[in-house]
């Protein structure tokens, strides 16, 4: 497998397919309602947790083997049957109408496969071994998740308020870029750490400036 091109799509409100129901399927519809697809999972047999999901409303499940019409108005398809030719035939109907694919039991020879994956907020980190495994994308995964715990939710927040602030009252490209990159300093870290709440993202800009200035004396002296 030669290594892919990594992106993070867009999938709010975007029909996903995924033919299967078993547990791979439903990892796949998880990560899907997570990025707040419009998930359709399709198999005779569901797993209870999607069935669940179904009878909520989360997603939609319909209880019978997948058909090329299915397909009709989707952005993705997950082939994730335990039965290959079904898998390659979904696919191959879904290639024709444009429609990417996920192959679960062929990962190489689908459109795109899904790395390891862990939330904080706004911030993803995706691993993809491409090939070498997906225990051991799962496993340096599980290391970032110890490394970057839930607090780095709210440390993206912060940052993305500040950001927001900087684009809106800070007028000249360079001091803005200065800004920025000074904002991502292990110094600036701690302190949105520390910092209250701000909805406008006012009280860390000032801050930041504050910082930003301490730390040109300190270049100056
Ligand atoms: C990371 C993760 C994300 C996810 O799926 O969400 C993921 N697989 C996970 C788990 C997992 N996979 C397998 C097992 C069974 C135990 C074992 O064998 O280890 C388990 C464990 C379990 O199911 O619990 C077996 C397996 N996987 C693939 C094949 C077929 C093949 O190799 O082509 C087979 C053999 C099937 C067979 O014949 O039995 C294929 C793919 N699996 C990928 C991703 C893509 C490559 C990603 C990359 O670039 O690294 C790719 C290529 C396609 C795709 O699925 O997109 C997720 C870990 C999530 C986490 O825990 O964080
Ligand atoms: N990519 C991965 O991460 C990964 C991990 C493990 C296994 N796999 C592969 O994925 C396959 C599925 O794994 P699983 O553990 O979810 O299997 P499973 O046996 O739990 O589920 C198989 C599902 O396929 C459905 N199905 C069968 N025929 C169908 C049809 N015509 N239309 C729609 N659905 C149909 C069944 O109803 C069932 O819901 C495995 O056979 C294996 O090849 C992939």
Known sequence: MASGYPVVLSLANRLCV????????????????????????????LTPRLKEWGAAGKLRATERAIE??????????FAATDRP???RSIAEEARARG???????????????TPAVVRRGRLVFAVSASGAGP??????????????????????????????????????????RKLLQAS????????????????AGEVLLSKLKELARDRHDQDLS
């Open 18 to 45: 995924v033919a299967g129901g078993g547990s791979v399927a439903e990892r796949k519809a998880a990560g899907l309602l997570e990025a707040g697809a419009n998930v359709h999972v399709i198999a005779p047999r």
């Open 135 to 176: 225990a051991f994308a799962a496993r340096l995964a599980a290391e970032l998740s110890e490394r970057y715990g839930e607090e780095y939710e709210s440390l993206a927040e912060q940052l993305y308020k500040l950001r927001r602030a900087a684009l809106s009252s800070v007028s000249d490209p360079a001091e803005r």
């Open 184 to 199: 991502a300093s292990d110094a600036a870290l701690e302190l949105w750490k520390k910092c209250p709440e701000d909805s």
């Open 85 to 87: 030719d079904v898998n």
């Open 99 to 113: 429609i990417p694919v996920n192959l679960a039991d062929q990962g190489e020879a689908g459109d795109f496969v």
């Open 68 to 77: 090329a019409d299915d397909l009709e108005g989707a952005a993705l398809l």
